[in-house]
């Protein structure tokens, strides 16, 4: 945002935060909370602690302190903006979207880095892994849970855990198992139910499907072509061969969005099938290329068996928000601008990020649908279990240095 944009939406950026900083306590935190998530939000420059307090004219140190050392609790904020989104862009049809990112470093000393694959980079790299929940709808996605994968020559090492500051309850976890924890969480959060999207290094994961079974919840996870299912004829073979032999009349083309350069499409297959060494019947969904190079696509999913081939697409292809998001999160928020070493430093930093996020997707609801989207309090008809800040606390914690942008 320029600081005119960011200027015009000044109201409604306090009344957004207003709902979340307090939940980091004391007023102090508050202010600096306010001039870290303006600093994200504003165009240009790297968006470490230290560099947004020299260009705006913060105290580096305490801007830091809050960052690194302040012991706020990120997850009750994540909890209250997981609600205030999940109504945002509504409950129709939602999918939870599993993914992760990564963030590259240099040295050894940042919690959590460490030469390992990246599916972002598409190399083995020197780099930290955050792992996302996030919440999708037609109308947008949000991430509304982020957590750090720790490799295990971080996990088994007291030292480098004690200087990092890593909670002692904090173990070794596979990236599913950090998906789960994410589930877990947002289910007590009371975060409407999506259908649980992901790509194929959790979809292959058959403990991670029989989890989510386990929770009453559904999925559609990509899968690699070499995954061996048995058809309801009871031939067992890889997914990439029944797709290879079904014929013709079992592919029909889909158009599942309005790309940049036109309609994305591509002929997609359906078949019911049971994943090896499991019972329940399930969908097999096909993409075939679209063009030469391409290569064909396979998802896994426990819809009903009435689901239609336009539903099944839509699951398959919600991931693209996250996708695109990712790049927003990092090119114009910073979330990979972290300087930091610390395990809570990582955690405030990407949580602050979510809120700055989260704060544009409404600014773009807005100017689509012409909507005011902040709480009203419980006696205008909002949710006594979701309290905001009370608006007579704004002008004390919205003073004019906590808007040094705009003066």
């Not at 913060?58 to 990120?74: E, H, I, M, R, Y």
């Not at 780099?127 to 982020?146: E, R």
């Not at 329940?280 to 064909?296: F, M, S, V, Y």
Request: some cysteine; overall charge neutral; proline content about 6%.
């Amino acid at each position: 945002m320029t600081k005119k944009e960011l200027l015009e939406a000044r109201g409604r950026l306090e009344l957004f935060l207003g709902s979340l900083l307090p939940l980091t306590g004391r007023l102090e935190r508050r202010r600096w909370g306010s001039f870290y998530v303006q600093g994200l939000l504003l165009e240009g420059g790297r968006k470490s602690a230290a560099q947004m307090a020299q260009r705006y004219g913060g105290d580096v140190q305490a801007l830091q302190q809050f960052v690194n050392q302040s012991p706020w609790d990120w997850y009750p904020i994540r909890h209250r903006l997981a609600l205030k989104m999940s109504d945002a862009l509504g409950k129709d049809r939602p999918a939870w979207v599993v993914d992760d990112t990564g963030f590259p470093k240099k040295g050894e000393h940042s919690v959590g880095v460490a030469r390992q694959y990246s599916g972002t980079l598409g190399k083995v790299a020197n780099c930290q892994i955050g792992v996302s929940l996030n919440y999708a709808t037609d109308d947008g996605c949000v991430p509304i849970d982020f957590e750090l994968y720790l490799p295990e020559e971080w996990a088994w090492v007291p030292e480098r855990r004690a200087k990092a500051g890593i909670p002692e309850e904090i173990k070794y976890r596979t990236k599913p198992e950090i998906a789960l924890e994410m589930i877990d969480r947002a289910i007590s959060w009371g975060v409407p139910p999506g259908v649980v999207c992901a790509d194929a290094a959790y979809g292959n994961s058959a403990d991670f499907r029989a989890e989510l079974v386990k929770r009453d919840l559904t999925y559609m996870l990509a899968v690699k072509g070499n995954t061996v299912v048995r058809t309801e004829e009871g031939q067992t073979q890889a997914v990439e061969d029944l797709a290879a032999e079904l014929p013709a009349n079992a592919w029909a083309e889909v158009c599942w969005r309005e790309g940049k350069k036109g309609k994305l499409k591509a002929a997609f297959a359906a078949v019911r099938i049971f994943p090896k060494h499991e019972e329940q019947a399930q969908w097999l969904l096909g993409q075939a290329p679209r063009q030469e190079g391409e290569e064909w696509r396979y998802w896994f999913s426990n819809l009903p068996a009435e689901t239609s081939l336009l539903e099944l697409v839509r699951y398959a292809k919600i991931r693209w928000w996250v996708e695109q998001n990712y790049q927003q999160l990092k090119d114009e928020l910073g979330l990979d601008h972290f300087e930091g070493r610390s395990w809570t430093g990582w955690h405030h930093h990407v949580t602050l990020v979510m809120m700055a996020f989260a704060f544009l997707v409404l600014e773009r609801l807005r100017s689509k649908n012409f909507w005011v989207w902040f709480d009203p309090p419980p006696s205008q008809g909002g949710d006594p279990a979701r309290p905001i800040a009370p608006l007579g606390l704004l002008p004390h914690v919205w003073d004019k240095d906590s808007w040094p942008y705009l003066t």
